[in-house]
């Protein structure tokens, strides 16, 4: 089989006779497997035609579409590294994105990133230029060349650049357990993330599934009407973004169709586990991985009493938890998950110094878990989300799920606050369950506040709280707690 992605999946899906079935469905109409190909043949062309050459980066400022499917495909097929883009995010975010990436040129969409024209920062094209001519039936080289780079999320610091070879993508299977030619898809989580690329595209040629694209992002009113006017029976999405599906009219008949649920992105909180649960069994799927490596363990919630509890880790990687010291520690103690992985990608600050990636390595998460004896992992945050309280650590997380078992709570956070006397206490910051007919208010506050003390250790109390319409969340629904610590590092 051809080491070239683009040639890979097209063959795969000749070889399961799919050419002729819808793969993509969005409001401008619908595209077969064929058409989908067609489309890519042309952007490759058009590529070339650009002066692009294999290695060179292409920026995709474009919305979740089909020529943004086109664009991938080409891209891969031309030899090409494509490089996805939040189209929402500010100027200044997609102009140190562009920076940072330092692609030979820019698709943009007028709609949502049409200022790059006139910026002077890329040269840009639009992608119906690039797929007016003719079909180029070429496949540039791939295995070990670069396909793809993704941005990490940018919750530690500034977002980097992660690059996948063509090699990396070899049977590509996702989660998988439901979807198959007659399933109807859908992701809330955009193709610039990992975790939407794979469901919305790779899981579609790797399955014959038909997935629905949405231009605009789709807010939780417009994905129930979505998910009904396509009849919808797989939802990939965020555990925040469920939170507010469960709000919406009508929910209930949209959902109650839906074979499986697939959340990731955020850690499921056990308030929001406790809701989804009754409502979708064993159709609820718990995802849990990183941009750098790609899956660590997947479940369903509905199987573990723990709401802390994931999953087992991936088929072939090993797992491990290590103290601070590096050595391993006994099931059912927390410290940082190692996993075993064929390849991790290292992040780059620039995209001309390429692909970083380690083969076959133990890979630190960075992230606060625990092994329990039956091999389940239990996930309870990062590492570096740790506040450190009276010389005491405090993981957020604990503290947070308390909060959230109150009725009139539907999302927390805690973070350390400086206090005017130079001292560091929490502070929680709290978006209440809305439709109560109250607003919340202070000795709500203080409700919230005694039921921590009543539970938890002096140092894991918060010392006040803070009213929020949402908390502060990234593109793919991550919360940005370094907002939330340098709104705290004000005196109060």
């Known amino acids: 089989m051809s080491e070239n992605l683009t040639h890979r999946l097209a063959e795969h899906v000749r070889e399961h006779g799919w050419n002729e079935r819808t793969a993509f469905l969005a409001e401008d109409g619908a595209w077969t497997f064929a058409e989908v190909f067609a489309g890519a043949a042309r952007v490759a062309g058009g590529y070339r035609s650009a002066g692009l050459r294999p290695g060179d980066r292409v920026l995709l400022a474009l919305?979740?579409?089909i020529e943004l499917v086109w664009c991938l495909l080409g891209a891969w097929q031309a030899g090409v590294v494509a490089v996805p883009v939040n189209v929402q995010m500010s100027q200044e975010d997609l102009t140190r994105d562009v920076a940072t990436a330092e692609p030979a040129l820019a698709v943009a969409d007028p709609e949502t990133a049409g200022w790059l024209d006139t910026a002077g920062l890329v040269p840009v094209t639009r992608a119906g230029t690039l797929a007016a001519g003719e079909p180029d039936t070429r496949f540039a080289d791939g295995g070990d060349a670069p396909a793809l780079a993704v941005f990490t999320s940018g919750t530690?610091?500034?977002?980097k650049l992660c690059f996948y070879l063509h090699r990396n993508?070899?049977?590509?299977?996702?989660?998988?357990?439901e979807a198959a030619p007659g399933t109807v898809g859908f992701s809330v989580s955009r193709m610039y993330f990992l975790g939407g690329l794979g469901f919305s595209l790779f899981t579609t040629f790797e399955t014959g599934q038909a997935v629905v694209l949405s231009r605009p992002r789709a807010t939780p009113a417009a994905a129930i009407d979505l998910m009904r006017r396509h009849e919808v029976t797989a939802l990939f999405a965020q555990p925040s973004f469920l939170a507010r599906l469960l709000l919406e009219p009508g929910?209930?008949?949209?959902?109650?169709?839906?074979?499986?649920?697939?959340?990731a992105g955020e850690v499921l909180s056990a308030r929001l586990r406790e809701k989804l649960v009754p409502i979708f069994g064993g159709r609820l799927?718990?995802?849990?991985?990183?941009?750098?490596?790609?899956?660590?363990?997947?479940?369903?919630?509905?199987?573990?009493?723990a709401p802390s509890a994931v999953?087992?880790?991936?088929?072939?990687?090993?797992?491990?938890?290590?103290?601070?010291?590096?050595?391993?520690?006994?099931?059912?103690?927390?410290?940082?998950?190692?996993?075993?992985v064929p390849f991790a990608t290292r992040g780059v600050?620039?995209?001309?110094?390429?692909?970083?990636?380690?083969?076959?390595?133990?890979?630190?998460?960075?992230?606060?878990?625990?092994?329990?004896?039956?091999?389940?992992?239990?996930?309870?945050?990062?590492?570096?989300?740790?506040?450190?309280?009276?010389?005491?650590n405090v993981v957020p997380g604990e503290v947070e799920r308390l909060l959230e078992s109150h009725p009139r709570v539907l999302e927390a956070a805690v973070s350390a606050a400086r206090r005017a006397a130079g001292d560091t206490s929490l502070r929680a910051y709290v978006v209440a369950t809305p439709g109560n007919g109250t607003e919340p208010d202070d000795a709500l506050g203080a409700e919230l506040i005694d039921l921590v003390r009543s539970r938890l250790s002096w140092y894991k109390v918060p010392h006040d709280v803070v009213w929020l319409d949402a908390l502060p969340r990234n593109g793919n629904g991550k919360i940005l707690r370094r907002q939330l610590r340098a709104s705290g590092d004000q005196f109060v």
């Open 63 to 65: 919305p979740d579409s």
């Open 251 to 263: 929910h209930a008949e949209v959902l109650g169709r839906l074979r499986q649920v697939m959340c």
């Open 285 to 305: 799927l718990n995802l849990y991985g990183a941009t750098e490596i790609g899956g660590i363990a997947a479940g369903r919630p509905a199987e573990y009493d």
């Open 156 to 159: 530690t610091g500034a977002p």
């Open 349 to 392: 600050a620039r995209g001309g110094l390429g692909p970083d990636q380690l083969i076959d390595t133990w890979w630190p998460t960075g992230d606060l878990a625990m092994i329990d004896e039956d091999g389940i992992v239990h996930a309870h945050g990062r590492l570096d989300d740790v506040e450190v309280i009276g010389g005491q």
């Open 311 to 340: 999953g087992p880790a991936f088929e072939g990687r090993p797992i491990r938890i290590v103290d601070a010291d590096g050595n391993d520690v006994p099931a059912g103690t927390q410290g940082e998950l190692h996993i075993r």
């Open 169 to 177: 993508f070899d049977g590509w299977r996702g989660p998988l357990a």
